[in-house]
């Protein structure tokens, strides 16, 4: 079965700062791999997903994520941080031939101004 | 906005009682999800139907139980509730039933158990 670890439950980071936040995985081949985002009060939005290819992707509102079968790590990142970025981060692992996603235990992030 | 539709957005009710949470999934999609969101267990995933019979199981209780109309929506029942059941329920939906097919959630439902 395969598991996800986001290490950082928090993260503050200042508005305009760069960002990544980490996610690993445990799968035995190269998984399927997601970042969600959750804003409070609301359900959880895909920013972008790797299924194979170009190890980098780039998603919505600016983000990107880079695959590392090496690391068995799939971090995002955003150049500079905006204020309305703070929301909760999940990175979530699915595997081909199989129908369910495992989701990290999320990262929040808090920008500073 | 997903396209996919949770009601009742919020729902408080007390321990023992039975509660019904209602998904209307996006247009086209044939696949949904169940999820609850706890502040110690986070996102556990709950059950799957595809196009009307159920296709995976999680951390589902006994307690609980699922179905898809054949208008493709979906309904998850919680049963003689208890403290520990209250949490945000979300539903997801995609268009296959794979994982290569990305999910799209609702807002949820936020169930309180007095």
């Known amino acids: 079965a395969q598991s996800v670890t986001q290490p950082d439950t928090h993260i503050t980071v200042s508005e305009g700062a760069s960002l990544e936040l980490r996610c690993n995985y445990s799968?035995?081949?190269?998984?399927?791999l997601f970042w969600y985002v959750q804003s409070p009060g609301q359900g959880l939005q895909l920013l972008l997903k790797?299924?194979?290819?170009?190890?980098l992707v780039q998603g919505i509102k600016g983000f990107e994520a880079e695959f590392k079968r090496s690391q068995s790590s799939f971090n995002l990142r955003k150049p500079s941080v905006h204020w309305s970025d703070a929301a909760e981060y999940f990175c979530?692992?699915?595997?081909?031939?199989?129908?369910?996603?495992?989701f990290g235990k999320g990262t929040m992030l808090l920008v500073s101004p | 906005d997903s396209g996919v539709t949770q009601t009742p957005k919020h729902l408080i009710t007390a321990t023992g009682q039975r509660v019904t949470l209602r998904c209307s999934p996006r247009?086209?999609?044939?696949?949904v999800y169940w999820y609850q969101q706890s502040l110690d267990q986070g996102l556990q995933f709950l059950i799957q139907?595809?196009?009307?019979?159920?296709?995976a199981k999680g951390n589902i209780l006994e307690r609980f139980s699922a179905q898809q109309f054949p208008d493709l929506h979906s309904e998850l029942n919680l049963s003689s509730l208890e403290l520990g059941d209250s949490a945000l329920y979300f539903c997801?939906?995609?268009?296959?039933?794979?994982?290569?097919?990305?999910?799209?959630f609702g807002d949820g439902t936020r169930l309180s158990i007095l």
């Open positions: 139907y595809y196009n009307g019979e159920e296709r």
């Open positions: 247009s086209g999609d044939l696949s």
């Open positions: 790797y299924f194979s290819g170009d190890t």
């Open positions: 997801a939906s995609s268009d296959g039933q794979g994982t290569n097919q990305p999910q799209h």
């Open positions: 799968y035995g081949a190269t998984p399927y």
């Open positions: 979530a692992v699915g595997a081909p031939g199989y129908s369910t996603l495992t």
